[in-house]
């Protein structure tokens, strides 16, 4: 049936001369398992251009939207964890293949007259399956992929001269942004993939003209059919193929960081594992001879790697194979050596461990505020994700800024002078502060603020009334910032609440509440909206206000933070972690 | 079987072996859209009964958050309802019409006159009660359901969906 079709097409293209000229079926040589490395590299090509046009139908180039597209892909799409893993893993099995490739031509003395363009191809193809894995990694905008990058780029921009402008046009500027992603995301899509399809067509010519018209003196062995080679080629393509599936399945597809964050202080960067030997060797170099490590070494490296076809012009050609395999075992050799002693180092770095256990756990947070349906990314952007999260940006605040003098459920960073603000403002906080204030969970740190702790010795409430005024200030943090005083007394649940009355007997003769109680026995703070947003905020802009604690010796009083130091949106995210008014985490498994 | 025969089979069946366990899960990845959404649309209130006078139509903007794939965006319009109201001892004493159009979902506006419906796309125009008033459209612009709380100025309450547009029937979509 498909016969009568395929006539027609052929009678009007010649299609099938084409397709005879293109698949060019004739060989001389024996298929070989050794030979199959080529083919496997460009099967591989393949899989990275099917995969990597699938991700594209969802990723979003753009530094607010990569990250939450990426992990859109991983958790939204269906098998989209697969597809991504696959497109990661065979991107680093083309490395390996590009590596194994350059080793065989290597031994094989492949890189001979007439072949030193194989080797010359060889070397491009490799240095295009490392430019497409590194930018690759940048474009999901995470941590890993931000800061390896700005290493990168950075050390590129460290070459005298050229280095600075070089950085600029790869980057986008001085700024690593939006327009980085764009740059990163063109080149791995469509430059670097076009000049590796090129190169890997340029290859595959060569290839051929060598097996149809042997050079000189080469023996080929018995010729196999082109299906033979067919079957060795697809055997190991499925081999490779297998082990990356097995590596996706076996670590749940590509790993995805916590977004990009400039600002983030402690995040332990490390390159992929064919650059560790770099790495290292950035560690071993003292300053002033940094270059020697990020340009001279690898810089005399491909000098000597693209001179190799050259050699035997200088030397005999037996002398010039084994000095050319001597020189690439070496290298070889110490950038595996180089290699595992950066393993080893971070291995025995504690400092190490601790800042990848904190850049796990804002992955992880970070990973469930987005999947979570009434969290997700904010408009902003991704790294808005882990700013605009009260639990991670809240507490972050609460350690810099305040466990100097507070402590947080028992723990601070100095010498406690004030309260606990664990659950300050709670129902539970004000139990036990009425229970036992001269606690150092509440004043007992403070120097001069005596007064509950008298009040508690004179108070004559039953526990009863207690209760009906702790019922009466818990409604305190909840009353909305654009209430006054007068508004929410005439509320019908306020006026008529049985704690009122208590209160302003027993608490109002300190306290002041506008239109309530006046105070005036000793000195306390105001109390309405006690433990709101609004009271915590005028708390900490203005501290020696009166209706707060100015009565306090000035040493004894908190130091003020303006909007400088603590912004108005860091201060909503510490009270709503001290309020726990966030997406709470899922309890460990 | 000879050993030619024998070779293209092998060939074939690596060849899908290679294929395959990329294929398959392609093929689901690319069919994704076709997830069912948590759906569930609920009733949003959009109105005051004395928001409204009789037989001026009114549109509202229907306000969610708004899921756009991978992004939130908080408290968002994410469409736009007519609402109608009926002359006095009519029951419902509203009606809620979408205000995309059935034809190819572009919002239908209120024609100059105050008292008809017309789409700036295609001119599909409908009179009030949203029926169409000439051939392009295929269905009256779609009602929506309505709650109507009692009281003296109850708050009317719009499930607001969307349908298939140029279908003759009313088909939700998701």
């Not at chain 1, 050390?155 to 942004?177: C, N, R, T, W």
């Not at chain 1, 003769?509 to 005028?538: N, Q």
């Not at chain 1, 995210?573 to 001290?578: A, S, T």
């Not at chain 2, 994704?32 to 409204?52: E, H, I, N």
Request: charged share 20%; with cysteine.
């Amino acid at each position: 049936m498909l016969k009568p079709l395929a006539d027609w097409l052929d009678d009007r293209t010649g299609s099938r001369r084409l397709l005879a000229a293109a698949l060019d079926l004739r060989t001389t040589a024996a298929a070989r398992w050794r030979n199959t490395i080529g083919p496997v590299f460009a099967i591989l090509f393949v899989i990275e251009a099917f995969t990597g046009l699938l991700l594209m139908l969802a990723y979003s180039p753009s530094s607010s939207t990569a990250w939450g597209s990426v992990l859109y892909i991983d958790h939204a799409l269906w098998m989209g964890w697969f597809i991504r893993g696959v497109h990661y893993f065979a991107g680093q099995a083309m490395v390996i293949l590009g590596g194994l490739y350059l080793l065989r031509a290597l031994w094989s003395r492949a890189y001979h007259r007439p072949r030193e363009f194989n080797w010359w191809l060889g070397l491009i193809l490799l240095f295009l399956a490392v430019s497409l894995s590194r930018t690759g990694h940048l474009l999901p905008w995470d941590q890993e992929g931000y800061w390896s990058t700005k290493i990168e780029t950075n050390i590129a921009g460290g070459v005298p001269i050229a280095g600075p402008y070089v950085q600029k046009l790869v980057v986008g500027g001085d700024e690593y942004g939006n327009l980085t992603v764009t740059r990163f995301h063109a080149a791995h899509v469509v430059l670097l993939p076009v000049l590796l399809a090129v190169c890997l067509a340029a290859q595959i010519a060569l290839g051929r003209r060598q097996a149809v018209a042997p050079p000189a003196g080469e023996s080929t062995g018995t010729g196999s059919s082109w299906l033979e080679h067919a079957l060795k080629n697809l055997v190991a393509s499925l081999v490779v193929l297998a082990v990356v599936i097995g590596i996706v399945l076996a670590r749940g597809g590509a790993e995805l960081e916590a977004p990009a964050d400039p600002t983030s202080g402690d995040y332990p960067a490390r390159p992929d594992w064919y650059f560790l030997w770099l790495f290292q060797l950035l560690r071993i170099f003292p300053s002033e001879l940094r270059l020697v490590a990020t340009l001279v070494i690898p810089g005399a490296i491909v000098a000597v790697l693209f001179l190799i076809p050259l050699l035997d012009r200088l030397l005999p050609r037996g002398l010039a194979h084994v000095l050319a395999c001597a020189v690439v075992v070496a290298l070889l050799g110490g950038a595996g050596y180089l290699s595992w002693r950066a393993l080893a180092v971070d291995a025995a770095d504690a400092h190490y461990h601790a800042a990848r256990q904190e850049a796990d756990a804002a992955r992880d947070r970070a990973i469930a505020l987005a999947r979570d349906p009434s969290a997700g990314v904010p408009p902003e952007g991704s790294t808005f994700l882990l700013r605009l999260d009260p639990l991670t940006r809240g507490r972050g605040v609460l350690e810099k800024k305040c466990l100097g003098c507070h402590v947080l459920d028992g723990k601070g960073q100095g010498e406690q002078t004030a309260s606990d603000l664990a659950r300050f403002g709670s129902r539970e906080w004000l139990t036990g502060m009425l229970k036992d204030p001269a606690s150092k969970t509440y004043f007992g740190a403070v120097a001069g603020a005596e007064g509950m702790v008298e009040w508690k010795r004179t108070s004559k409430l039953k526990p009863q009334e207690l209760e009906q005024v702790v019922d009466f200030v818990a409604l305190f943090p909840s009353i909305p910032d654009d209430l006054t005083p007068d508004e929410w007394l005439s509320r019908k649940e306020i006026a008529d609440h049985p704690g009122l009355p208590l209160f302003h007997k027993d608490c109002g003769t300190c306290h002041v509440v506008e239109g309530l109680c006046e105070g005036g026995t000793r000195d306390a703070p105001g109390l309405f909206a006690w433990g709101s947003h609004r009271w915590i905020e005028r708390m900490v802009r203005k501290p020696a206000a009166l209706d707060r604690y100015g009565y306090l010796e000035p040493k004894h009083q908190m130091p003020p933070f303006a909007a400088e130091q603590v912004s108005s949106r860091d201060l909503e995210m510490v009270v709503r972690f001290l309020k726990g008014d966030y997406l709470k985490p899922a309890a460990p498994r | 079987m000879s050993r030619r025969d024998l070779l293209r089979r092998l060939v074939s069946i690596c060849s899908a072996g290679l294929a395959l366990p990329l294929a398959i899960p392609g093929l689901a990845y690319l069919l994704s859209p076709l997830k069912k959404g948590s759906g569930g649309s609920s009733y949003d209130a959009l109105a005051r009964l004395s928001d409204l006078k009789v037989g001026e139509p009114r549109a509202f903007a229907v306000i969610r958050d708004l899921r756009d794939a991978w992004v939130k965006y908080p408290r968002q319009p994410i469409g736009a309802v007519w609402l109608i109201r009926q002359p006095e001892g009519v029951d419902p004493p509203v009606v809620a019409l979408t205000a995309e159009c059935p034809h190819l979902g572009c919002a239908v506006a209120l024609a100059a006159d105050g008292k008809s419906f017309l789409c700036p796309c295609h001119n599909s125009v409908f009179g009030i009660d949203g029926k169409p008033q000439n051939a392009v459209s295929p269905r009256p612009m779609d009602p929506l359901d309505i709650q109507i709380a009692k009281g003296d100025d109850p708050e009317i309450r719009v499930k607001f969906e969307r349908f298939r547009p140029q279908s003759d029937r009313r088909i939700p979509l998701a």
